[in-house]
């Protein structure tokens, strides 16, 4: 099973909104990321969790807040956004540093900030 | 100049056709080297992974990395139009106690009938 999952796949909030983003993993990993991807453009990463700590924040600004309530759930919660905010929103997840590396990815929650 | 450069393409082959995607980066500190097929609106599909120079195969599909020119690509065999998507290349290195993956910005591929 290499399957990660996302919900909700679609989203619309408005700008004074407050809604979260899920992501579950059952293989064991260890290291749990969050990207964001444009149309067109790659998958940029925005936070990264490794046992269960935030170990990298790639200066997202703090209307953004990743949450790891344990190894096999990450989320994001998403307060005051902006229109420009709308995008694909990846989760991922690895073995971790110690181990196979290869990351996998969700289907994405697709989301609209109106 | 970016840390992993890919053509975005598009490249648009006939049903059959052997496929090339490359990728070149410039940091020695990756180590670990990802193929993702992504199509439309969806996730990144991992295809292929591998961590040495040499090539690796799966099926129709062949990963190649040298290491000494910071250079890796991909071939797909018989190329078939459910391959049409946009494959992204991806990279890891040890960043905060993680391996980080940083991607190409992809190569819209199109195999048609």
């Known amino acids: 099973d290499t399957e990660v999952t996302q919900t909700p796949k679609h989203l619309v909030m408005g700008m004074t909104n407050k809604k979260s983003l899920k992501c579950e993993q059952h293989?064991?990993?260890?290291?749990m990321y969050w990207y964001k991807q444009k149309a067109k453009k790659p998958p940029e990463l925005m936070f990264v969790?490794?046992?269960?700590?935030?170990?990298i924040n790639e200066s997202v600004p703090s209307r953004f807040s990743p949450e790891c309530p344990n190894s096999s759930l990450l989320n994001l919660h998403l307060h005051a956004l902006q229109p420009e905010d709308s995008a694909l929103y990846l989760c991922?997840?690895?073995?971790?540093?110690?181990?196979?590396?290869?990351?996998?990815f969700g289907q994405g929650t697709r989301l609209t900030v109106v | 100049q970016k840390e992993v450069e890919q053509d975005p393409g598009p490249l648009s082959v006939p049903e059959g056709a052997i496929v090339s995607l490359n990728c070149t980066y410039s940091?020695?500190?990756?180590?670990?080297f990802m193929w993702y097929r992504q199509y439309s609106r969806k996730g990144p599909e991992l295809l292929m992974y591998t961590y040495s120079s040499g090539n690796k195969e799966d099926g129709r599909f062949t990963a190649q990395v040298d290491k000494s020119s910071k250079y890796i690509s991909l071939f797909i065999r018989d190329s078939q139009p459910s391959d049409s998507a946009t494959y992204l290349c991806a990279m890891s290195r040890l960043s905060g106690g993680s391996y980080i993956p940083t991607f190409g910005r992809g190569t819209s591929l199109i195999v048609h009938p």
């Open positions: 940091n020695s500190a990756f180590q670990y």
């Open positions: 991922a997840s690895s073995q971790g540093p110690s181990a196979n590396t290869e990351a996998f």
């Open positions: 293989m064991g990993h260890r290291a």
């Open positions: 969790y490794s046992y269960e700590k935030l170990s």
